[in-house]
């Protein structure tokens, strides 16, 4: 059975949808009074057991604290570097030429660089692009090391190591995709459908996301650079960086206010999304790319707490695949950090990815958008959606 009839057939368990968070939850409560796990409620879980000391008067034997805390680590990294999203949606329309003296001069720039970038990966030479694409690859999940600060001495807990996985990719324009993700055992299905943007875990179901279709970040660093060049495509030039051995043009892009709000949910508020692109003044190419997600959780009893999420990824080993330079190689390191308004404790939890790009092929043939259908829960409840 080839894989587009068997992804047409497929269906999830039922389970009770909740928005795909990016960020931790309160604890939301079901129409039952019960508690609705989230996939924020990963990272609150997983603070919780950081608390367990070895060597404290636990009634728990430690095999199984330190057998959940695993679970829970690979359950944080999944849920952070596994299938995060861009800050903004990719413009239905492409790059158009500018006038120079109707923009500032960040702009200018920014659309200059971004034309070099385009040049460098060859994307300028092919009109049109690519109408579809697959690819695989193998990643390394690091797990997570966490800083505790209480104000007067710091803590760091945790030890590093890693679990083995690997991935399978579909694209297909405009804005639909599809990302199979296996890890130690645990396999997460995301996709698009150009519409509603859904993720699957065996361990939260099927989750939608609010607010803009917005693109798998997996296919803005160095898979794609045609959906990379859109995505900066009103970007601003903040100046010049250096990035290891290379000086860079930075660039920086905003999720507008109105955007940003549509994600709200419950007593979680979306503060900022913003991405930094940093393009190689000596290849053109980026090498790059950052971004960060701040979001306050209001609390009736205590102060409101901040979530900042910054995933940095540096790309490399940029291969020609039917004349368009693609990034096979790169490295990723997420940052969670809690703090509150007045208290001076705060935590950050550290994890890193390392992958490898193994396929790429443009132009699939025998893909269509019917290879893309979000699960039937995901649809239903977007049709019951007023």
């Not at 690519?130 to 800083?147: D, N, P, Q």
């Not at 693109?215 to 495509?233: E, K």
Request: some cysteine; proline content about 6%; glycine content about 10%.
């Amino acid at each position: 059975m080839s894989s587009a009839s068997f992804r047409r057939k497929q269906r999830w368990s039922l389970q009770p949808l909740t928005p795909l968070m990016e960020g931790p939850d309160l604890g939301m409560e079901d129409s039952e009074g019960g508690k609705k796990e989230s996939s924020w409620d990963l990272i609150r879980d997983w603070f919780k057991m950081q608390r367990i000391v070895p060597g404290s008067n636990s009634s728990s034997p430690m095999s199984s604290v330190q057998g959940s805390g695993k679970t829970q680590d690979l359950r944080l990294l999944i849920g952070v570097l596994g299938c995060p999203l861009a800050p903004i949606p990719i413009p239905k329309k492409p790059i158009s030429p500018i006038h120079i003296k109707d923009i500032p001069i960040e702009s200018s720039t920014a659309y200059y660089i971004i034309q070099q970038y385009l040049a460098a990966t060859g994307c300028s030479k092919h009109d049109g692009g690519a109408k579809s694409m697959y690819s695989t690859g193998t990643v390394k999940l690091i797990r997570c090391e966490t800083e505790i600060s209480t104000g007067k001495n710091v803590r760091t807990l945790g030890s590093r190591s890693s679990e083995n996985g690997c991935f399978v990719l579909w694209q297909m324009s405009p804005g639909m995709w599809s990302l199979e993700l296996a890890v130690a055992g645990h396999k997460v299905v995301a996709g698009s459908d150009g519409k509603i943007v859904w993720r699957h875990t065996p361990w939260l179901g099927a989750h939608a996301a609010k607010g803009p279709q917005r693109p798998l970040r997996r296919i803005i660093q160095g898979l794609d650079p045609r959906s990379t060049a859109s995505l900066f495509g009103k970007a601003q030039c903040l100046g010049e960086k250096r990035i290891g051995e290379d000086d860079c043009f930075v660039l920086k892009v905003t999720a507008d206010r109105a955007a940003v709000m549509e994600r709200n949910e419950g007593p979680a508020e979306v503060i900022r999304h913003v991405l930094y692109g940093y393009f190689s003044q000596k290849s053109g190419l980026l090498i790059y790319m950052e971004d960060s997600h701040l979001t306050r959780v209001h609390s009736p009893e205590n102060d409101a707490v901040y979530w900042e999420t910054t995933i940095g990824s540096s790309i490399g080993e940029y291969r020609d695949v039917d004349g368009v330079r693609i990034g096979h190689q790169g490295r990723t390191v997420a940052t969670v950090f809690r703090f509150g308004e007045t208290s001076r404790h705060h935590t950050r939890t550290r994890m890193e990815e390392i992958w490898n790009i193994n396929d790429v092929v443009f132009n699939v043939p025998g893909l269509s958008s019917d290879s893309f259908i979000p699960p039937a829960e995901i649809l239903e409840a977007a049709s019951a959606s007023p």
